[in-house]
């Protein structure tokens, strides 16, 4: 059975950093697309960030430049290392992984879900 368990939320203050980590229960962690999803509430979930098993990666515009996502196979640990936090990134935060080959920031593609992390960025 796949877990994805997350941590490393918080509440900070406008222009601090969090760095949120996932870790895996999966034996084909390395070969697996991975990604981080935030949703606020009254608000859809959206792709935030994702690495696929070349670790190539895509951001969302809104993060781009302030977050970054990288994975370590050897741990089974996906991170996502968030700078210059602003009002507008509090949500919770979801680490997920997809079966397919696509590895885009789009909800539906991703089979397996962790708990959420909730991010909290005072102004």
């Known amino acids: 059975q796949v877990q994805l368990v997350e941590s490393g939320g918080g509440s900070v203050q406008d222009g601090g950093s969090l760095r949120l980590s996932c870790a895996a229960s999966?034996?084909?962690?390395?070969?697996?697309?991975m990604g981080w999803f935030r949703q606020a509430p009254g608000k859809e979930r959206e792709g935030v960030a994702s690495?696929?098993?070349?670790?190539?990666?895509i951001y969302a515009d809104s993060v781009k430049g302030r977050f970054s996502i990288s994975r370590d196979n050897a741990e089974n640990t996906l991170h996502l290392q968030m700078n210059v936090l602003k009002p507008d990134d509090t949500a919770m935060y979801y680490c997920?992984?997809?079966w397919g080959s696509g590895c885009q920031l789009r909800p539906i593609e991703y089979d397996y879900w962790g708990q959420g992390t909730q991010v909290t960025v005072a102004s």
């Open positions: 999966l034996s084909t962690f390395s070969s697996t697309c």
């Open positions: 690495i696929n098993r070349y670790f190539e990666t």
């Open positions: 997920a992984a997809s």
